[in-house]
């Protein structure tokens, strides 16, 4: 992104389009990272879906960090280190 770019980029933003494009996300809440896909988000709180099919919905507010994984990394297997 160009620094001259008037955009704000948020964790509410990264968020709403990792819903869009079903990426999975973690997100950093109060120095716990969790996990999922988001399937749910209304600018107050987040509902993340992880592999079990287990839900956790965290406010806005009190997430630091978010990374969201690429689509192109989605499915694959990572490299043997």
Same mark, same amino acid.
């Given at each position: 992104?160009? +620094? /001259?770019?008037?955009?704000?980029? &948020?964790?509410? &933003?990264? /968020? =709403? *389009?990792? *819903?869009?494009?079903? /990426? +999975?996300? *973690?997100?950093?809440? =109060?120095g716990e990272w969790l996990g999922g896909r988001v399937v749910a988000n209304d600018g107050t709180g987040v509902v993340l879906e992880d592999e079990d099919f287990e839900y956790a919905v965290v406010r806005l507010e009190?997430?630091?960090?978010v990374q969201v994984r690429s689509s192109a990394r989605v499915g694959r297997p990572r490299a043997a280190s």
């Amino acid at each position: 992104m160009s +620094p /001259l770019s008037s955009m704000q980029y &948020t964790i509410g &933003t990264a /968020l =709403e *389009r990792a *819903r869009e494009q079903g /990426l +999975p996300v *973690r997100v950093l809440v =109060e120095g716990e990272w969790l996990g999922g896909r988001v399937v749910a988000n209304d600018g107050t709180g987040v509902v993340l879906e992880d592999e079990d099919f287990e839900y956790a919905v965290v406010r806005l507010e009190h997430v630091s960090a978010v990374q969201v994984r690429s689509s192109a990394r989605v499915g694959r297997p990572r490299a043997a280190s």
